[in-house]
């Protein structure tokens, strides 16, 4: 099956430093998702991102599909994005398939 | 708020016993994705359904079991539970195959 790795696998940073997190994949995908999953454990989702770029405020997020990867972009970081990160993707209406994640600190 | 609804939130029970756990999805999406998140495992795809039929199987267990109704909801079946059952189980839902899911809240379960 695809497989998927993010790097790196965990990340400190002071309040205000930018950061940026990759995602690798094996084969060509049709769904492409980055989530966040707070401390108390809920997955919010951040992009869905097949190709292409998108930006939602200090994030951002880069699909280059004929390289199989994608960044996600987290600018001015605050304490509130600490957490885990996850790539996910999927092939022809299949689940997704997770990433391990990169585990955000960033402290004040 | 995803719109995705699962419950319980938390669930306590002892080894050997069955419980269920419950989704019901966003409001018109057909697909139902269900996931176990373990410390050592991380999120495990564990089976798919598309209006009322299952479509796929990732890491499921023989012990595990799932269905989707009618009404679109979900329920996952987890039975003769065992002390490395304890974990956190999401249910998704997107509209249709391969289009932007979305996660429940997760259910914690704690097999004591």
């Known amino acids: 099956g695809i497989q998927v790795e993010q790097s790196p696998p965990d990340l400190i940073l002071q309040e205000g430093a930018n950061s940026t997190l990759r995602c690798n994949f094996s084969?060509?995908?049709?769904?492409l998702q980055w989530f966040h999953q707070n401390p108390w454990g809920q997955l919010i989702n951040l992009f869905y991102?097949?190709?292409g770029t998108k930006q939602n405020g200090r994030l951002s997020a880069t699909t280059v599909a004929t390289e199989r990867y994608s960044l996600l972009y987290i600018s001015s970081s605050q304490t509130t994005d600490s957490g885990v990160y996850f790539c996910?993707?999927?092939?022809?209406?299949?689940?997704?398939?997770f990433g391990k994640g990169t585990t955000l600190s960033v402290s004040s | 708020d995803s719109g995705v609804t699962q419950t319980p939130k938390h669930l306590i029970t002892a080894t050997g016993q069955r419980v269920t756990l419950r989704c019901s999805p966003r409001s018109g999406d057909l697909s139902v994705y269900w996931y176990q998140q373990s410390l050592d495992q991380g999120l495990q795809f564990l089976i798919h359904y598309y209006n009322g039929e299952e479509r796929a199987k990732g890491n499921i267990l023989e012990r595990f079991s799932a269905q989707q109704f009618p009404d679109l909801h979900s329920e996952l079946n987890l039975s003769s539970l065992e002390l490395g059952d304890s974990a956190l189980y999401f249910c998704?839902?997107?509209?249709?195959?391969?289009?932007?899911?979305?996660f429940g809240q997760g259910t914690r379960l704690t097999v004591v």
């Open positions: 991102i097949p190709s």
């Open positions: 998704a839902s997107s509209a249709y195959l391969g289009t932007e899911a979305f």
């Open positions: 084969d060509s995908v049709n769904n």
């Open positions: 996910a993707v999927g092939q022809a209406g299949t689940a997704l398939i």
